[in-house]
């Protein structure tokens, strides 16, 4: 095969400059020469094969999109994502992007090779309400993978892997992003999920992008932010059906309709029957008319007071970070709406102060740090 050496180095720069590496950061990454490779992107040496495939390591790219133009260049579907969304995504996130899009083809590649390509799934959707749309594609979905009426999906990873879909985790920088999906020309659906989130959030932001997967895979590309980001927009019908699906999917209506009471104490623990965040199930009952508004409220203001005894116990009880228990916790007016409370957590300048305020206890392991922990969220 002969190489163009003109489109090589005109890939070699794109995918360069699309990850944000500089001449020099690459260079040092690699051990090549600056010079080296300045000269190999100007087209004015020809790089060996030892340095395409070194290149390509950096680049997280398979060596062929570099060299073969048959194939599309590796930066392609990166690139146009990082412009449509440039102040988005840092080197970092770049990086980890790129990184995920060559394993999903390295993943289509093996199942082709190994004869387990999952078929694809087409789904139909009537009406013009976008909501609707979102319900009517995940109940058609539940049924297709054997769930009853009363059973809420555990594995969803598995679940969506099986109608095709590549899904992998990374944790980006930007803490604003909660998933992204590509439609791929070498591996066709992918999914990245931001594992800054919990747990419970990531299932509900899986089963949002695969929405985006089944829904929107002619617009190429999506990003989603999480809520409480200011580029995040609510009434975007898009957005709506996605969060429907994901909804419906996850806490279908005939469950929700069969759970006897729900307050203020009862919602973190349905919500963990569910897995999902306390929000996503108060939204979901308050859409289905089953809480009213003021209730939907007190639900999350449960949820929040939960998530804040969690995570003091979490960090004074774990046993591969050191103790952050010294630290108050008041609670404050939400910027978006002042009927809500949320946790705030502010570091003790005085420690002892901590101590002054605790029952006298004898400390014995992790489990004593966290019941005092306990006495710290009770006081606030």
Known sequence: MAVNLVRMTKRLQQIRVALAYTVEEAGKATGLDVHRLLSIESGDATPTGDEILILASLYDCDFRTLIDEALPPPAQQTDILFRRYSDAFTPEDRRAIQEFLHLCQIEASLERQLGLVNEAVHFEWSGTLFKAHGQQVAEALRTRLGYSDNEAPR??????????????????????????????????????????????????????????????????MMLTFQPNSAKYDKNELIEIRANSFASHYLMPLTMLRRIPKVDESSAPEWAQKFRVSTAALAKALRDANLIDENMGKQCDAGGNRMAAVKQLADSAGSTHHRPQWPRTCRWVDAPSDRSTRIPVFEPMTDCSAAMRRLPPVELRGPTAVTGRVLSLVADN
């Open 155 to 220: 594995d969803i990873y598995s679940d969506f892997r099986r109608i095709g879909i590549h899904i992998f985790r990374r944790k980006l920088v930007n803490n604003e992003i909660s998933g992204l999906y590509i439609e791929d020309p070498v591996a066709g659906h992918c999914v990245l999920i931001n594992y800054n989130e919990d747990i419970y959030r990531q299932r509900f932001s899986v089963a949002h992008e695969v929405a985006h997967a089944i829904f929107d895979s002619s617009e190429g």
